[in-house]
């Protein structure tokens, strides 16, 4: 059905997608309303840029897998750079689960990923400490994008195939009579509508009450320390994550829209999974976060002790959280109103083969081409929830 009316709400990366895939179908009737006055200003501007197929899980496997693919494919570059992810484990529980999940990515296809020891960690990263470390697991497939040249390249292709694209417009409420969508209400007016996508991120849980959904998702603050090196980067660093507290870092770059800009080599971001951090909407940096994470940082990779942080590049976002860390996607109890939100800080890397999928959904009445039954909002009143122990 192209000549639906399909309104999107939220202009970031996953907002971006579902147009896009929907545009590519010959969906011709698409608004997405962003409340911002520029597209890319929640989670995706603060966004990481890391993209993995090491995951837990069949579907989010599958999921990153579809989206490394489509990345490798598409004629519009957003800077994937394959650099890989590598994933220290501490102790033989740890290393058992790393083998455990790199057992099932390789049985979904992913065939460069690989057990790595202490040796030949310390080749990779020179200068890392791994006196603490038993070994590894290095994906060469994963690596980074940047998330607004990505986010860029669909709206320039759901522009160009005719989507609207409306800023500075926060949609107050969906209207549902009969149980299905009528139309979505902003300051400036009532839009007509026969489907709505939630696309709003952190903010998907209100403007779902509107519609009397309630939707499980929780924001929390995520922080990213940016710091200037004294010496250059060892060449080709990976992302490099240590399991136990999910500190990690990577080489940085500035990630703008258009910027197509490699990073200097000088220059690192880290973090950690701050347990601390409760449910908040804060987006104001802690100071404080630069010295936990500078603990961090000297026992784990000398080299960036003597580092200096840029604090006006340093940054707090949202994560979007589910109670089982994976996202929804999916229609729900409302016909007509389809849900595309709580990646849980996976957004990014997952959003190509979500916009496939509720393009499919919304146009085929299911997913054709890889089976997202699992992530519909039912399996948390069904009980049936997912599993994802990975830390970033
Ligand atoms: C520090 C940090 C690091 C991260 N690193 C990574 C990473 O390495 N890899 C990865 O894949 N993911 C990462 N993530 C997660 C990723 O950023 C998100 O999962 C992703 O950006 C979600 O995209 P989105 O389009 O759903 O949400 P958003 O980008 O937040 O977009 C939602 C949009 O909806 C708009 N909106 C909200 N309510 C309304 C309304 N009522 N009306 C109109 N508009 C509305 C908002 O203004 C916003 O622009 C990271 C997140 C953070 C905070």
Redesign the pocket.
């Known amino acids: 059905m192209p000549d639906r009316k399909i309104v999107i ?7 971006a997608s579902v147009a896009y895939h929907l545009a590519e179908r010959g969906a011709r009737d698409i608004v997405l ?4 006055d520029a ?13 993995r197929a090491q995951f837990e899980t069949e579907i989010n496997i599958l999921l990153s897998l579809y989206s490394l693919e489509f990345l490798k494919n598409w004629d519009f570059d957003c800077e994937y750079d394959a650099r890989g992810y590598l994933f220290l484990a501490r102790d033989q529980d740890q290393l058992l689960y790393l083998d455990a999940t790199r057992f099932r990515q390789q049985d979904l296809g992913y065939d460069d990923v690989y057990p790595i020891d202490t040796e030949a960690i310390s080749a990779v990263v020179p200068g890392l400490n791994t006196d603490d470390i038993v070994g590894g697991s290095f994906g060469l497939r994963d690596g980074f994008i940047n ?1 607004l040249a990505l986010l860029e390249g669909f709206i320039t292709g759901a522009v160009s195939a005719g989507t609207r694209v409306v800023t500075s ?3 107050e409420s969906i209207s549902v009579d009969h149980g299905r969508v009528r139309n979505v209400r902003t300051a400036s007016g009532t839009l007509e509508c026969d489907a709505v996508v939630i ?5 998907a849980r209100p ?1 779902a009450a509107t519609a009397g959904v309630d939707l499980p998702v929780t924001p929390q603050r ?3 320390v940016w710091a200037q090196t004294e010496r250059q980067l060892p060449a080709g660093l990976p992302m490099v994550i240590d399991l136990e507290d999910g500190f990690h870092f990577r080489p940085a770059r500035d990630f703008s829209f258009g910027s197509n800009r490699a990073g200097s080599g000088y220059e690192v971001l880290f ?1 950690y999974s701050d347990r601390d951090e409760g449910p908040s909407e804060s987006t104001e940096f802690d100071e404080a976060f630069v010295e936990k994470v500078y603990q961090r940082a000297r026992h784990r990779a000398p080299f960036l002790a003597d580092s200096s942080p840029v604090l006006e590049k340093c ?1 707090a ?4 959280n589910t109670p089982d860390h994976h996202a929804i996607i999916g229609g729900c109890e409302v016909e007509g109103l389809y849900l ?2 709580g ?1 849980s ?7 190509p083969a979500t916009g496939r999928a509720l393009s499919e959904i919304i146009l085929d009445g299911e997913a054709k081409f890889l089976d997202v039954s699992s992530l519909h909002i039912d399996r948390f009143a069904n009980g049936r929830l997912l599993r994802e122990t990975g830390f970033i």
């Not at 309303?33 to 911002?36: C, F, H, K, P």
């Open positions: 709400i939220g202009g970031g990366v996953v907002g309303l962003e409340r911002a597209l890319g200003a929640g989670s995706t501007g603060k966004a990481t840029g890391g993209i998330p417009t926060n949609v696309c709003s991120g952190p903010w403007i995520r922080q990213i973090a940054r976002g949202l994560y979007e595309a939100c990646f800080g996976h957004g990014v890397m997952h959003s």
